[in-house]
């Protein structure tokens, strides 16, 4: 896997130097929108699974390095997260008439599709292409294509007109899908074309500026599962599902510490046994991210979680496991949100059991999804909050105030695991 620019074939880019841009079509805007619910499932992928913590780890990486450059004369890869995961939420769009399923990514902003061109074939029609050519890399992954533009349909009462996106001439690291659906900051998509600097608006965005959503934000809802491709997840586009959460939702707003501030990012602490006790991670910044599966924590962290847990790695998982004397006396981990604390149960804290073999594990263990994010703490991006913590709470990424919102759910203190 190449970093930077790819190569592509001389008739790809022949092709991409004879297509012009076609000028948009005015839209229509409609006065009476109101939230669009899109449902979606956890799908697991068990070709990678025994990966799992690797591919976090990248996408850990890539988070950070996003703005680095390889060399002097190379152009800098877009580095956002990883999207081949051992588990991945997914949904189902219509483009051009025909239907795509694409992991749904808070971590990313591009949405693109062509990542199995034998099972699922799909060309732009020649008018909708714009005449640019789109490079992202992932942590794990990456895409070269040509940009199109055309009408999305992520559910049955939301059709999004000219949405730019990706084609894949080229893809690596996606297995069972057909691309992202990107729902992360906008700014994320600036510098993946590759002859400019322009951002690139994302389907909230777009939906939000047709006037067929009333806010610019998106709900997210989660919910712990133990049997594989479950629909059990579901998107608010425009608003939030109050039967999805209990309480109040509570709103921090996006960190301003780099590289997390560039992401959906927040800033906690996490303490364990209690409230007040005994402190896993300063308070520092972080991401929370639908797109990576674990909950990743600063190697100085992870090694006190380890140490008070009593979790022995395992090598076939790279997950720490615990004996069932062990899981009897583990408890609760408090995330320190703002003013808000949310409780992390002992049966959050597990990998779900009815489904250890799909990442490599045995049937009768116990593994912990709290593993190593790779580097040290103080590197402003200690944690990714990642699918296994937002499973116990409902997520909002307010996109119009900058700010982040978590609740609990009936799902807080599941004991499904």
């Not at 690797?54 to 990883?82: E, S, W």
């Not at 694409?102 to 034998?118: C, E, F, K, Q």
């Not at 992360?184 to 389907?203: F, K, N, Y």
């Amino acid at each position: 896997m190449f970093t930077g620019l790819r190569f592509v074939s001389a008739a790809f880019v022949a092709l991409y130097y004879s297509l012009a841009s076609v000028p948009a079509n005015a839209l229509y805007i409609r006065r009476d929108a109101s939230p669009v619910t899109l449902p979606f499932a956890r799908r697991f992928n068990t070709t990678g699974a025994a990966k799992l913590l690797q591919i976090d780890q990248a996408r850990a990486k890539a988070f950070k390095n996003r703005n680095a450059r390889a060399t002097p004369d190379v152009r800098a890869p877009f580095n956002v997260p990883a999207a081949n995961q051992a588990v991945d939420y997914v949904t189902n769009v219509t483009i051009a008439g025909r239907q795509f399923t694409l992991l749904i990514d808070t971590g990313s902003s591009n949405t693109w599709v062509g990542a199995r061109p034998l099972e699922n074939p799909f060309l732009p029609g020649l008018t909708s292409l714009t005449g640019n050519l789109m490079d992202v890399t992932y942590g794990s992954g990456f895409f070269t294509g040509l940009e199109f533009s055309d009408s999305i349909t992520v559910s049955n009462g939301l059709t999004i007109a000219n949405q730019p996106m990706g084609f894949a001439l080229v893809s690596e690291g996606f297995t069972d899908v057909d691309g992202i659906i990107g729902i992360g900051p906008a700014d994320l998509t600036c510098g993946t074309l590759v002859l400019g600097s322009q951002c690139i608006p994302t389907v909230t965005d777009n939906a939000f500026s047709q006037g067929l959503i009333p806010e610019h934000l998106i709900g997210i809802s989660f919910e712990p599962t133990t049997s594989l491709n479950n629909a059990n997840g579901e998107l608010t586009f425009g608003g939030t599902d109050s039967s999805k959460f209990t309480g109040r939702l509570e709103f921090v707003p996006i960190t301003s510490t780099s590289p997390a501030s560039e992401f959906v990012g927040i800033d906690q602490s996490i303490t364990f046994g209690s409230p007040n006790g005994q402190t896993v991670l300063p308070l520092t910044a972080g991401v929370t991210d639908t797109g990576t599966t674990l909950l990743l924590i600063a190697s100085d962290a992870f090694a006190t979680y380890q140490n008070l847990t009593g979790g022995v790695l395992d090598p076939a998982t790279g997950l720490l496991k615990i004996t069932p004397a062990q899981f009897a006396n583990l408890k609760s981990l408090f995330f320190h949100v703002g003013s808000n604390t949310f409780e992390f149960t002992p049966n959050a804290q597990i990998w779900p059991r009815a489904l250890n073999t799909v990442i490599g594990g045995t049937d009768d263990a116990i593994y912990l999804v709290i593993n190593d994010i790779g580097t040290p703490s103080g590197e402003g991006l200690d944690f990714i909050d990642g699918m296994t913590f937002l499973e116990r709470f409902y997520y909002v990424f307010d996109i119009a105030n900058s700010r982040v919102g978590l609740a609990n759910t009936p799902f807080t203190h599941a004991t499904t695991n």
